[in-house]
């Protein structure tokens, strides 16, 4: 009786321990599959400027399905904080299209003004540039001038910033900048709207409840077309990209000028990594994405890129970097430590701008 007893007993550990180790790798695979599946959610939005927006999945990087924005010339893009819409500047009719990501259609199509082009979120409100006085066909190369037309007075027309209320699906205000507005940031407080101003060369400072103008910055003696702006992760300095320059130029929490920074031909979007170490800058017609220590500004490495890459993001894991090159037809994969190109998504239809979700650094975002 005794024995029969004990082996009862054993066999009912033997069970249980069997019973545990099922348990810890069915708890261990549960874990994995997680992973892959948060891995997997993570997505790029890619606006092509004769189409529409193609969706990379970022566990495969591979493009899984474009969405009609219901418009012609997508440009900037920014994604809800929830990740539940995306909001599309389309330059041909002046507005937006509000996008739900889960069914991919158009819910809203908002006017905001001619020729809207950056986009960004903050809460429930989207703010969007535009440049009414821009003219067709392609800028004027370093040291040309605009031609000049005696009858024409819209490169005199300030440009606004519209403010959309994505709750109520409208424009509810506007904020005044100068002509052609190109880039915004916030500041890390929210409590001011950073413009870059490519026509009048200069960057504006914008109280961003009562849009009154709070300082201007002007760019012409380091370098003329301010088009990219960026906030350092603590806050402290701002970057603006010099396009005729061939600069980034560096400004304190104040917006005092500090330094300028040589860059290669035409540098047009800038970022920081997510530890605000270093600086990441895309120069269009040296076909280069730059790397900058953020403490001392000297050159870390140069990557070869594409034909006309404008703007990228790094992957929500920081891993990769995700550059955006138009007449390449392509995004460019990047590995963000050894600083090498390591695949190229092919996205057709001239890709111009690239945000993530959940949200990344990059040209066009900020990640929080």
């Not at 920014?78 to 509000?98: F, H, I, P």
């Not at 290669?264 to 730059?290: H, W």
């Amino acid at each position: 009786m005794a024995r029969r007893t004990r082996m009862s007993l054993l066999l009912l550990a033997l069970v249980a321990s069997v019973a545990a180790c099922n348990k810890q790798e069915a708890s261990t695979e549960a874990a994995a599959l997680a992973a892959e599946s948060a891995a997997s959610g993570a997505v790029a939005y890619v606006s092509t400027q004769d189409a529409g927006v193609s969706v990379i999945d970022l566990a495969t990087m591979q493009v899984t399905r474009q969405i009609d924005v219901k418009a012609q010339g997508p440009r900037g893009l920014a994604v809800t904080d929830d990740g539940k819409q995306l909001v599309v500047a389309t330059r041909e009719n002046g507005s937006v299209s509000v996008i739900d990501t889960a069914t991919g259609e158009v819910v809203k199509q908002i006017e905001v003004g001619k020729n809207p082009e950056f986009v960004r979120i903050s809460g429930n409100f989207a703010y969007v540039s535009s440049e009414p006085s821009a003219k067709a066909g392609p800028p004027p190369k370093p040291g040309e001038k605009h031609e000049e037309d005696d009858d024409d007075d819209d490169e005199k027309i300030p440009a606004k910033i519209a403010v959309v209320d994505l709750s109520k699906g409208e424009k509810i205000r506007e904020i005044t900048g100068g002509p052609e507005t190109e880039g915004l940031e916030f500041s890390v407080d929210g409590k001011q709207l950073v413009i870059t101003n490519e026509a009048d060369n200069t960057v504006t400072v914008h109280n961003i409840e009562s849009g009154e103008l709070v300082k201007t910055v002007s760019t012409h003696e380091y370098g003329d077309r301010p088009r990219g702006i960026k906030v350092s992760p603590d806050g402290n300095t701002y970057l603006a990209t010099l396009e005729f320059g061939n600069k980034f130029m560096v400004m304190d929490k104040d917006f005092n000028v500090v330094r300028t920074v040589d860059t290669a031909d035409t540098p047009y979007g800038i970022a920081y990594d997510s530890k605000g170490e270093r600086i990441f800058v895309a120069t269009n017609k040296a076909k280069l994405l730059q790397v900058f220590d953020a403490k001392t500004f000297e050159k870390v490495k140069e990557v070869p890129t594409g034909n006309r890459c404008w703007h990228f993001s790094f992957t929500p894991d920081n891993k990769n970097i995700l550059l955006a090159c138009g007449k390449s037809d392509a995004v460019f994969v990047i590995d963000a430590e050894k600083l090498e190109v390591t695949k190229q998504v092919e996205v057709k239809n001239m890709p111009w701008g690239v945000v993530t979700f959940p949200k990344a650094m990059g040209s066009l975002e900020q990640a929080k």
